[in-house]
Structure formats: structure tokens, C-alpha cells
């Protein structure tokens, strides 16, 4: 992974907030990022996909349903980032997480 990668991956809002999301989540399916991003299924899997194709995050198939998380081969230094990222803007992504708990059983899958 180069910085130019991350960073062109980190740059728009939806994809940043999806990276920390599951940072703090460890996994989600599509249908709790949608809940969590306020977005339509074709826009959040649009990002997952480009997050995925620059290697940030990797997905396992169950059933239906699609799962992601980070990628578990991220250098040190992403993880660094992010942690940083997610320490130093908490408010960033406050509603999101607020929306996501309202669905604790993940009740979608």
C-alpha cells in the first residue's frame, strides 16, 4: 500500500467514514453501512468497491450477503493513520455510529 493510494481512497467523505466505521466495528455487511451512511445500496457498494479494489479492504460472501472489513494486510502505518484519524475526529463519525446502533442484532442480515 503507498500513501497515494490510501490517501486517493481516504479523500471522499462516504469511503472515509465507511474505512472508519469498520475500523471500530471490525465488520459490517453492505446493509449496515447503508443504515450507518444514510445511503443507498448502489452508492455504498460503489465505494466498498473502490476501497476494495485500492486494497483497503477485503470481503467474505455468507449466503446473500456480502461482509467487509479492513484489510488484514495493511501495513502498520495505515492502521496508524486511521487510529489517529479516528482518535482526533471523533465527532466525524458520530452519527453514523449512533444510526448503526440502531440496529444491534443486525437485524438486516
Known amino acids: ?22 475500523q471500530q466495528t471490525s465488520e459490517l455487511c453492505v446493509c449496515d453501512l447503508m443504515l450507518a451512511l444514510d445511503e443507498s445500496q448502489p452508492k455504498v457498494s460503489r465505494h466498498l468497491a473502490l476501497l476494495k479494489q485500492a486494497g483497503v479492504l477485503q470481503h467474505r460472501k ?20 486511521l487510529q489517529q484519524t479516528a482518535v482526533h475526529n471523533t465527532a466525524f463519525i458520530k452519527c453514523n455510529l449512533a444510526r448503526l446502533a440502531q440496529n444491534p442484532a443486525n437485524t438486516c442480515c
Do not use: C, E, S
Not at 1 to 22: C, E, G, H, Q
Not at 64 to 80: A, I, M
Open 62 to 81: 455468507q449466503g446473500l450477503w456480502v461482509f467487509y472489513r479492513l484489510n488484514t494486510n495493511l501495513p502498520g502505518w495505515v492502521h496508524d493513520v
Open 1 to 22: 500500500m503507498n500513501p497515494v493510494t490510501l490517501y486517493k481512497a481516504m479523500a471522499d467523505t462516504t469511503r472515509l467514514k465507511a474505512i472508519l466505521l469498520l
